[in-house]
């Protein structure tokens, strides 16, 4: 399977403070890259997809002001979570697509602790 | 909506039995389903992947097919300890997006 790596891996800040959480497909080109969290006990939701140098496009009630996703390359996009807030503490999760296939690999995961 | 639906569980299973994981979705023009592994506190792994009606097996893995029942399952034979995990269901409606939407998940238990 592809290589992508996350970082950080688990973050904790305080309440009002921005988190920038990197995610990189190792060995592949992604155009397009899916931002997921989950919430314990709970399936993965899509937040917002991002192709490269475009916009992203957000998912029905994702704050797109909040969660600021760039995609500035084929290998690297970053999810900035600004003025977190304790409900907004989950599992954010990175899935790149690969530029040539359908298959989707995820990331390790970031684990954001807003206190 | 597009929905997924699988059992919750836990399913429990003993060590070396066939482990059956099922998962039904809504929208009948859905044309890919994948199934993913994920350990607790990990994110998921993708272990297998169906677009034509059928089995399609890969090791101790079985994907079935049933588009006209638009239903998908996952067989895990001679089931060890080390595959007690959450299985995602996962189905991509097509078109130009890939955009995929899960199921809850099934927890599975495989007891030794």
């Known amino acids: 399977g592809a290589v992508v790596s996350q970082h950080p891996s688990r973050v904790i800040c305080k309440s009002g403070t921005s988190v920038k959480i990197e995610c990189r497909s190792l060995d592949f080109q992604a155009t397009t890259m899916f931002w997921y969290r989950q919430f314990p006990k709970q399936s993965l939701m899509l937040m917002a997809t991002?192709?490269?140098?475009?916009?992203?496009?957000?998912e029905q009630g994702v704050e797109k002001d909040k969660f600021l996703i760039n995609h500035a390359s084929l290998t690297l996009s970053t999810l900035t979570v600004t003025s977190a807030h304790p409900e907004d503490s989950s599992f954010y999760i990175c899935?790149?697509?690969?530029?040539?296939?359908?298959?989707?690999?995820f990331g390790p995961g970031t684990r954001l602790t807003v206190t | 909506q597009k929905e997924v639906e699988q059992n919750s569980g836990p399913l429990s299973v003993p060590e070396g039995a066939i482990a059956s994981l099922n998962c039904t979705y809504s929208?009948?023009?859905?044309?890919?389903f994948f199934w993913y592994r994920q350990y607790s506190g990990k994110s998921p792994e993708l272990i297998m992947f169906?677009?034509?009606?059928g089995d399609k097996e890969d090791g101790r893995f079985t994907a079935q097919l049933n588009k006209a029942s638009q239903y998908v399952s996952l067989l895990i034979r001679d089931s060890q300890p080390s595959d007690s995990a959450t299985y995602l269901c996962a189905v991509n409606s097509g078109g130009s997006n890939y955009k995929l939407t899960f199921g809850k998940g099934t927890l599975l238990t495989v007891n030794p």
């Open positions: 899935s790149p697509l690969e530029q040539r296939g359908v298959l989707q690999y």
């Open positions: 929208d009948r023009g859905s044309q890919s």
């Open positions: 169906i677009y034509s009606n």
């Open positions: 991002s192709n490269e140098g475009s916009k992203a496009t957000y």
